[in-house]
């Protein structure tokens, strides 16, 4: 008790504090911490009421209540049913809360007082609840904080709608601090206010810090604990390039982290003005360099890092946050917008790649054991053909507005590849029926990144127009090391050997076939480790527009010669780190700071 006592003096006295990350997403930022958890009370928006919504509030409140009351009791008579009535009893103590009448009283004359909305009134309330548990010196009611806690969850969920997240509607520019972010809520932030974010848990290849650098926000993941330290309304600093971040910095950090900050906006003006550039090495070697987005409104970012096209659109988004699937129209429109967008640039559209770490509101996935070995991308749109078949439709459509391409994620075998092309050939009747106009010679690719499809991509690369292989799985399924795990992210090597073996594989079998080769996962991102896959024959590098000027000067920096000679040598070495080391001693002289730099 004491030491717990001790540790929260030291927080209100806000002692500077740095913590180390894993950097995901580059640039600084310093601002006031909003901490979310799913359980935090603290973040719930305050919303003065009149005087005239006060019995509406408490309504609201009263219906809640009622509402929550109902869920308990659905989930105690499953339970029952499945395990048990002694199980299901436990439940008993979170109805006892809800009818708690002075809990009850006090939320009610707390918006009548205060004058604000029921949610709000009820997060106070509850946190009162909270410290006067935690002061009890017994540790079983200790232990009832927990199940206060649940049951407050489910209240104000009640209150708010699980889909009105507190990122939704922020008025003040933050830095969000939470234990952890699905893609879905870092997709919902308002990219003016959230200027930075920091999670306790993640890894540089998740979803959520691949959309961080999609709206290029400074992120840091794999904190551990970043979300217990800091409380909402604490000054902090997220340096996204080296993975640091500042708790209660004093005056000479905040000083410091000014001049970073410019440094970072000076070295990304200077960057840019390579962007109408040739990617091109010393000796005239091309690579086409392109950009992964997740929305089409990125377009002009890509455009102003210099894309010559998309080398991958995950369009898995435009399935998130909402309750319906989106229509064959929907999705025509916004394809058709990208492809003439980027005319006469090519941009590759991937299938619906749900699953894994992305989850989508409007469908009823069960939840499994192991996700990204599961019911997910492609397995799941060969199973359900009327979802894939719309969106084949819709790119279909588009694809005569520009230089549109497909690609579908996940392929394991040439039978899933085959199925896959027997749809789109349906698709392409019907629409020949319907007499909608479309291009009959769309350009299909699979995407690389299952060990066994990149062992049989002889086979695959006989039936597809281009192979892209997506590292960020590849490493994971190769290496046995799940992308989204922080304890283990010392594990996830992209120069593993293992991981160069069967890249290069992929691009013999692609080039014998006469098929281009291109990789869209962020491992290419790093401006060594692009000079080696240059020097493996890879035809196109994809990845977050952001990182392109960065590649772009070390393409330009060095001779395909060296970038060939690199790739022999790194082949040959027994471990990762092996190959880092090589790496750096052989390329830092042509790539200097570049190599140095945080990402
Ligand atoms: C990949 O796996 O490398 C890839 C680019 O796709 P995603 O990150 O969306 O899984
Ligand atoms: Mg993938």
Known sequence: ??????KKQNQSTGEMKKLVGIPVSPGVASGKALVLHSEDFRSIPKE???????????????DALTRTRADILGIRKKLSEEIGREHSD???????????????????????EKRVNAEYAFSIVIQKYFHAFSQIDDEYLKERVSDIRDIARRVIE????????PLANLTEKVVVIAHDLSPSDTAMMDKEKVIAFATDIGGPTSHTAIMARSMEIPAVVGLDHVSQDVQT??????DGNHGTVILHPDAKALSAYAHEEQRFIELTSELDKLRNLPA??????????????????????????????IGLYRTEYFYM????????EEQYDAYRTVAAKMKPFSVVIRSLDLGGDKFLSSLEVPHEMNPFLGWRAIRFCLARVDIFKTQLRAVLRASVHGNLKAMYPMISNLTELRRANEILEECKKELK???KPFNPNLPVGAMIEIPSAALTSDALAKEVDFFSIGTNDLIQYALAVDRVNEKIAYLYEPTHPAILRLIQEVIINGHKNKIWVGTCGEMSGDPGIAVLLMGLGIDQISTSPLLLPKIKKAIRLVPFELAKEVATKALKFSTGTEVQKFLRTKLTRFLKELMTEGI
């Open 280 to 309: 091109v090495t010393t000796d005239d070697h091309p690579i086409e360099l392109a950009a992964n987005i997740e929305f089409p409104e990125e377009i002009p970012s890509v455009l102003a890092h210099g894309a010559t096209g």
């Open 48 to 62: 003065k009421v009149g005087a005239g919504q006060i019995p509406q509030e408490i309504a609201r409140f009263e």
């Open 233 to 238: 309304g604490d000054s902090i600093i997220i």
């Open 1 to 6: 008790m004491r030491k717990k006592l001790a």
């Open 433 to 435: 029926k319907e007499k």
């Open 90 to 112: 436990i439940f008993m103590a979170h109805l006892l809360v809800l009818e708690d009448r002075s809990l009850i009283e006090d939320v009610i004359t707390t918006i009548k």
């Open 321 to 328: 946050n909402r309750t319906d699937l989106p229509t064959e």
């Open 158 to 165: 009640n209150l708010i709608g699980k889909e009105k997240s």
